[in-house]
Structure formats: C-alpha cells, structure tokens
C-alpha cells in the first residue's frame, strides 16, 4: 500500500504540475498580453479613421483618473484600422479574428486526438507534444518585431500557441477521473463497499470486481478505468448508504482536484505577472515588452512541462498481457484519427444523444457558458484597452487581479459548498447567476455614459471592482465545470468525452469572439457585444436546471454505442485481463 500510495502521489503531482506549466500562458499571454499584442501588431502598421492616413501610433493612454466625459470625447477619432489583404479591419477585431480561427483549428485537432488520448500510452505523447509545439510558438515571439514586413505572422504563432494549449489540456482532462477514483478516501469508501457486498448471502459483489480494486491500488491507468466502476453498487445493493456514500466521495474529491488544480495554475499565472510587470512598466509598455511577456510565458511552460514528463504514467502494459501486445503490434494513427471522427459521428446520432440526454443538456449548456466566460475573458482587455484607453500597467495589474481572486474563489466555493450541503449542480448554477452581473453592469453604461461620472464600466477605476468579482465567479466556475462533467461520463473513454468537451466549449468560442468582432467592425463600439453576452449566460440556466444527475450518472455506467464499445481497443480489459 505504502507503494501504490507513493505512485498516486507521484502521478497527481504530475498532473499538477502541467497545471502549474500550461495555466502561466493561459494567463499571462492568452488572456492579457495577446489579445493586446496582437492588436499593438495590427495598430503598429495601422491608420486612425476616418482618413486612414495618420498612423495609430500617434494616440497615446489617458490617465488612470481620466473620467467617463474624457473617456467619450475621444470618440470616434481613436478607431484604429488596418489593411489584411483587400480589407480594413477594426485593429481590436483582428486579435478577435485571430483567436476564432484559432480555437477553430483546435477543435478539428480535439476531434482528431480523440480516440489516441483514450490509449494511455498515447496519452502523455500528446500532452507532451501539444505543450512543445505551444511552448514554441509562444517562445518565437520574441524573434518577431511589429516593424518586420511579415508581422502578420504573430497571427500564425497565435494559433499554434492556442491549439497546443487546447489540445494538451484535453489530454490533461483525461487523468482526471482516474485520480478521483484512486484518492485514498475514494478506495476507502469503495473497500467499505465491497466489504459490505462480501457478506451479502447473494455474493452481488463478483471476483473480477475485487481484482479490478487491487489493480487500480497499484496506480495503474488503465483508458478504461471509470470515474464510477461498472461493478460499483447498483439500485440493487444492499447497502444504498455505502453507494450514497462512495458516490458523494467520489464527486467531492473530482471537485477538489480539480480546483486544486485550477488553484495551483493561478498561482503560477500570478507570479508571472508579478514578473512581467516589471520589463512592460520599464519599457513604458512598448510591442517589445509585450513580445518578452508572451516568450517568457513560452519558457516558463516549457521548463516547467518536464515534472510532468517526468511524473505522469505512460501506463505501459504489463508483462503477459498478450492481448494489449498484439493490439499495439496492430496500431496505426491514422487510422484512430480517421475512426475519432467516425465516432464523433456515431456519439452525435440523435439515438445516442437520448441515451446519454443529461449528459449533453450539460454540453448544451456548456456551449453556451464557456462561450460567455470565453468571450468576457478575451474582450475584457480590449474593452480596456481600446474603450477605457487603459495603460499597459494598468492592464497588468487587473491581470493579476483576475487570477488572484480565482484562487481565492476555487478555495472558497468548496468550503461554501460543504457547509452548505449543495450539490455541485448547484454550485454552477449559481454561480452563472452571479457572473451575468458583468455584461448587465456593462450594457448599464449606455444609460450612464455622458450623464453621470461613474457607472456601467465608463470609467477605468470600475474595472479594478470588476476584474476581483469576475475572478472569484470564473476561478470556481471552470473547476465546478470540469468535475460536474466528470460525473456523467462512460466508463473508460474519459479522453473522447473530454475531447467532446473542449470541442462544445472551442466551437462556442468561436462564435463568441468572432460576433463581438463583427459588432465592433459594424459600430465601432466594443460595448455592444454585452448584449450578446447576456442572452448567452441567461439561455444555459434553464438548461443547466434540467439536468438531472442521478440518472445521468446511471445512463452513463450503461451507456455503449451500438454494444460495440471497448471491442476495438485493449482498453476493454483490465491489464489482468478481466473484463470491465
């Protein structure tokens, strides 16, 4: 025991720290210095409307204490525009554009893995590779000047830096479920389950079950392994307090491990932007400040990438598992790309959608959240940056705003919630409520502006209040998000589901950034897109309400496609060969 312990311990520290890694340049670079860096690129070789002749540079940031009526009288003369291709493009649009094709491009990566993440010895490559390829390109922007002829390129480095982190997260995901389900306290409260099954007169609780416990004790990471074992309690147990009780377990150390880790990754995203505060502030937030925050962030995910090279299991087949060797003789990557797709196909028939119907209201209405979260967290520097006309500074220090007050709220909500006795359903639905303030609160400033000297996000100061709120709502909300999913998966294919996942999440994100870029192209003002923002968040309560857990988490431990599922991969046995 005293071993398996050590291996657990070893492979969730892993897992974490690739959280610690990959979390630096989502928060340093993909939420803050990108979106300003790519539109610094766009307004470095840009024109001020209406005449196009003057180039932006000439606008400068207005003071931190400047005052809504300031803020209004630059109007329209501060719109930026430059020339891609044949069309002039707003130069806060083009960063939006960028990132919709880039999260585009994600998703047909996402789909593509799918099916090689579900193979565990495929899994850590991809993770592995995804980091290199977006470590690299975050790192290459420190070759790249704003003043070189192919500076469209920071577009291309963008999207390679963007896919690699989605992709690589969705390899990351898939870990999650078997950490939950070989905690100390999760085996704990299942031995207690089969010791109680063990004295049933009917023997319910069968061999294979107690073969599947001892190997899942040795911290194996078999791409079947569930989240709540075939062979765990049904309706029919006889003990229902034990299953209510190993269930419940199961969900709060899903929760806790992943707000743990959404935790230890704002921590890291914070010290990063404690140190890139210091060259942007010398540099007087120049283009080549920005660059060296995005290289080092780059740096930073890579170094830090090797403790989870090092930690995480390739889980590697045991000897005399001949049924695993003969299947790996047969593998060709193709051809699981290839089948990802057909299975993609297969998941979305409306046939399966009612088999697992609580598991996609939740995707539906994943949909629609991630794309209102993804979108307030991509625009909201802008918002500042080319609405409020904040400084580069300013903009840092609400970028450490925003993570430090997620660390305090992905702490703080499962401490809420055990006190509470609320259910992780309702935790997220509450805290939707609670986000949907923030685009109400913007839309307000179309009442306010021009009539009163504060209020509805007209003033820089407002954004300081904003950015601790929002943080606190959107830390817990993406730990909330990913282990509520957790519980409605099928056994064993937890890297297909979570692909599914970040492809609902990525092709919402699409949308989102790109609409908010049509509307700024159309009116010249970001604030609109708040609008849309509210429709969004408000459309997924009633969905997320719908949702029922009980029965989602039974539809799931059931669930197959077809009758066929497991029968094309070694997955569909335990490395003892025992049939889950």
Not at 267 to 292: H, Y
Not at 544 to 563: C, H, K
Request: charged fraction near 15%; glycine fraction near 8%.
């Amino acid at each position: 025991m005293l071993q398996s312990t050590s291996q657990y311990k070893k492979k969730l520290n892993g897992w974490l720290s690739y959280a610690f890694a990959s979390e630096v340049f989502v928060i340093v670079s993909l939420t803050l210095f990108l979106p300003i860096c790519l539109e610094q690129f766009a307004r470095d070789n840009g024109f001020l409307m209406p005449d196009k002749t003057e180039p932006c540079g000439a606008v400068k940031s207005v003071p931190a204490n400047a005052s809504a009526e300031d803020i209004a009288a630059l109007g329209e003369e501060v719109r930026c525009v430059v020339k891609i291709g044949w069309m002039w493009i707003d130069s806060a649009s083009f960063s939006l554009y960028v990132y919709s094709i880039s999260v585009a491009l994600q998703a047909l990566t996402v789909i593509s893995m799918g099916g090689i993440a579900d193979h565990p010895p495929h899994r850590k490559l991809l993770l592995l590779s995804f980091a290199l390829l977006g470590a690299a390109a975050a790192t290459t922007f420190l070759a790249l000047p704003s003043s070189s002829p192919i500076w469209w390129l920071s577009a291309f480095l963008a999207m390679c830096a963007n896919v690699g982190f989605g992709a690589s997260v969705v390899a990351m995901n898939a870990y999650l479920p078997s950490l939950a389900k070989e905690a100390p306290e999760v085996q704990a409260a299942l031995k207690a389950l089969e010791d109680s099954r063990e004295t049933d007169e009917e023997n319910t609780f069968p061999q294979s079950a107690e073969r599947e416990v001892d190997h899942d004790s040795e911290g194996s990471d078999s791409s079947t392994a569930p989240l709540i074992p075939s062979s765990s309690p049904s309706s029919s147990s006889p003990s229902p307090k034990l299953k209510t009780e190993y269930e419940n377990t199961l969900s709060r150390t899903t929760s806790r491990i992943s707000s743990l880790g959404i935790a230890l990754g704002y921590g890291a995203g914070i010290f990063g932007l404690i140190l890139a505060l210091i060259p942007v502030t010398k540099m007087g937030g120049s283009t080549f400040a920005l660059r060296l925050a995005i290289g080092l962030s780059g740096v930073w995910w890579a170094v830090f990438t090797i403790p989870a090279a090092i930690w995480l299991p390739g889980a590697s087949p045991r000897d005399g598992n001949s049924n695993w060797e003969r299947t790996e003789a047969k593998w060709n990557t193709r051809r699981e790309i290839v089948k990802a797709w057909v299975r993609l196909r297969d998941m979305l028939r409306w046939r399966e959608i009612q088999k697992l119907r609580n598991t996609f209201k939740f995707l539906a209405a994943w949909f629609l959240l991630s794309d209102g979260f993804t979108t307030i967290t991509s625009t909201a520097i802008l918002f500042g940056k080319t609405t409020l006309h904040m400084s580069p500074s300013s903009l840092i220090l609400i970028g450490v705003l925003t993570p430090t007050s997620g660390i305090v709220g992905s702490l703080v909500w499962p401490v809420i919630q055990r006190k509470m006795g609320w259910s992780n359903l309702r935790v997220l639905i509450t805290l939707v409520l609670l986000a949907s303030f923030i685009p109400v609160y913007g839309c307000l400033g179309f009442v306010f502006q021009g009539r009163t000297k504060f209020g509805g996000l007209t003033t820089q100061s407002e954004m300081w209040g904003l950015a601790v709120y929002f943080g606190s709502v959107y830390g817990a909300f993406q730990g909330y998000a990913r282990a509520f999913y957790a519980e409605l998966l099928p056994p064993g294919e937890e890297a297909r589901w979570y692909g599914l996942f970040s492809i609902t999440d990525k092709s919402s994100s699409f949308l989102g950034p790109l609409i908010v870029g049509l509307i700024s192209d159309t009116t010249g003002n970001i604030r609109y897109g708040f609008f849309v923002l509210i429709v969004m968040i408000w459309a997924a309560v009633p969905i997320l309400l719908s949702v029922d857990v009980e029965r989602g988490r039974q539809d799931a431990r059931e669930y197959t496609i077809d009758g066929e599922r497991g029968r094309d991969t070694p997955s569909s046995t335990t490395g003892n060969g025992v049939h889950i």
